[in-house]
């Protein structure tokens, strides 16, 4: 059978229409207490039409792992109305939608006084302040965290989760040798590195049960010679394979070092080696945006789904045109 960006797609036992998905990007236009508000309800619906999956932002689940204040969460009871409004948004549109449950850990920008956690105290900048490093009875909250925002997930109405572990945020930064110098179970060789990833990981499919769609969004990269690398981040999803549905791919952000080479589909390779060594569905990522490099993921089979960011923000309608459609445009009236 021949795949095209038109083939629809599983994850799970949820059908999606296409294989395009909306990635996720911080909109920074929620309320002080962490609410979505009408901007969100209109941003999403906006740009669901074409995709076969909306992603929505990285969703706090304690309100210190907000990046800002101005980010969205869900560690209230309060927060799910105001979600699911965006879940009927995107709905409306005959797409479906995923909430990205995050704690940004080092990254969080907290009032003075504030506890920052992370695995260790390390900064990632002189922009940041220096975390705590995170107790284990910390952890344990955390762990029970991301289970009530799994829950408040599904009275929402969102179709699926996404769990960050990318980017450098707090799951990343357990992953990570770089940011994960603990000496305790928690810290020290990969496997240890992994558990409170699985811990998480175990209590989100717990709360939610075995037919509900769970994702990890991942850095393949850390690019760093003491940071991860594919094949370390390959090893790190097939132990979680039993949990997930799909792997999201993407990479960097745990230090301030980027890629020396950003081309068109940079990050491709890395979502095709994930391909190749789990069983999972895979979501590339990354400067796809021309509609022949987006066909050659799925029909080459580099990737199970294509995720688009930055274009969707400036064209709502831009997954419109790489599936070929011919969109009305005022400017020149064609």
């Not at 669901?48 to 990046?67: H, Q, W, Y």
Request: no cysteine; hydrophobic share 40%; proline share 6%.
């Amino acid at each position: 059978m021949t795949v095209s960006l038109h083939t629809p797609g599983r994850i799970n036992k949820l059908q999606l229409k296409n294989r395009l998905i909306l990635a996720p990007m911080q909109q920074h236009k929620g309320t002080p207490d962490g609410h979505a508000t009408d901007y969100h309800v209109e941003h999403y619906g906006r740009r669901a039409a074409d995709v076969g999956l909306v992603v929505i932002e990285s969703t706090a689940v304690s309100p210190e792992g907000r990046l800002y204040q101005d980010d969205i969460g869900i560690y209230s009871d309060s927060h799910i109305k105001p979600l699911s409004e965006v879940v009927k948004a995107v709905h409306a549109k005959d797409a479906r939608v995923f909430i990205q449950l995050s704690h940004g850990g080092r990254k969080s920008h907290l009032l003075p006084g504030e506890r920052v956690l992370a695995p260790s105290s390390i900064a990632f900048n002189d922009e940041y302040g220096l975390p705590f490093e995170a107790s284990n009875e910390e952890l344990e909250q955390l762990v029970g965290r991301y289970r009530e925002a799994a829950l408040r997930s599904q009275e929402a109405g969102f179709d699926g989760i996404e769990l960050h572990a990318a980017h450098g945020y707090l799951l990343h930064q357990f992953l990570s040798p770089i940011t994960n110098l603990r000496t305790d179970s928690y810290g020290g060789s990969v496997n240890r590195r992994l558990q409170f990833v699985l811990q998480v990981a175990i209590a989100v499919r717990e709360a939610v049960g075995p037919d509900y769609p769970v994702q990890i969004r991942v850095s393949a990269s850390d690019y760093s010679p003491d940071g991860l690398i594919p094949l370390h981040v390959a090893n790190i999803v097939k132990r979680l394979e039993p949990l997930l549905d799909a792997v999201h791919v993407s990479s960097g952000g745990i230090t301030p070092a980027r890629p020396q080479d950003v081309h068109p589909g940079y990050q491709i390779p890395y979502a095709a080696i994930l391909k190749s060594e789990t069983t999972l569905p895979v979501i590339a990522v990354g400067g796809i945006h021309q509609r022949t490099l987006a066909e050659r993921v799925v029909t080459e089979q580099l990737a199970d789904f294509v995720a688009i960011g930055r274009p969707m923000l400036e064209d709502p309608d831009f997954a419109g045109r790489l599936l070929g459609k011919q969109l009305y445009s005022i400017q020149n009236g064609a």
